[in-house]
């Protein structure tokens, strides 16, 4: 994709106290989302390649997306999705070992912005996008690190 006003690159480590395969079905559960990530308001599953997400952060509009999976490795512990809507482009979790029994969730994203209201402002407000991103990326891990840590006492 070239990169242009419209473009935006992210990218995140959330460092989290459980094995990398824990932590790899709860990022593949995607419909579960919204249980542990306040930002995710809505995901339905389509089938089992796709489905659709709305999303929205501490700035006022809500983002909507198709998502189709690019790739599932549980053995590598990679899921990616193509991203339309909203967003065209492309998201990927990447989870590996740290420590003894920990993991480092690594997400990557790269996408244009094809919503009129974001495309009109994406160079003036890039700060505040940019912002709002990290926002809901800190309240995801936050989540997930909580989510996590609940279905360990469930055990």
Request: aromatic share 10%.
């Amino acid at each position: 994709m070239p990169r242009s006003r419209h473009t935006f690159r992210f990218r995140s480590t959330w460092t989290l106290p459980a094995p990398p395969e824990t932590v790899y079905a709860a990022l593949e559960a995607t419909e579960s989302y919204p249980a542990w990530w306040p930002q995710v308001r809505d995901v339905r599953l389509l089938g089992e390649a796709d489905g659709t997400a709305r999303f929205r952060s501490f700035l006022p509009y809500d983002l909507t997306v198709a998502a189709r999976a690019r790739r599932r490795d549980p053995v590598a512990r990679v899921l990616e999705i193509a991203l339309t809507g909203d967003l065209e482009g492309w998201a990927r979790w990447t989870v590996l070992p740290h420590g003894a029994t920990g993991s480092r969730a690594r997400f990557e994203q790269e996408v244009e912005v094809r919503n009129p209201l974001m495309r009109r402002w994406a160079l003036p407000a890039r700060p505040l996008f940019i912002a709002n991103h990290a926002w809901m990326m800190r309240a995801g891990r936050r989540g997930l690190r909580a989510h996590l840590e609940r279905r360990a006492d469930e055990i």
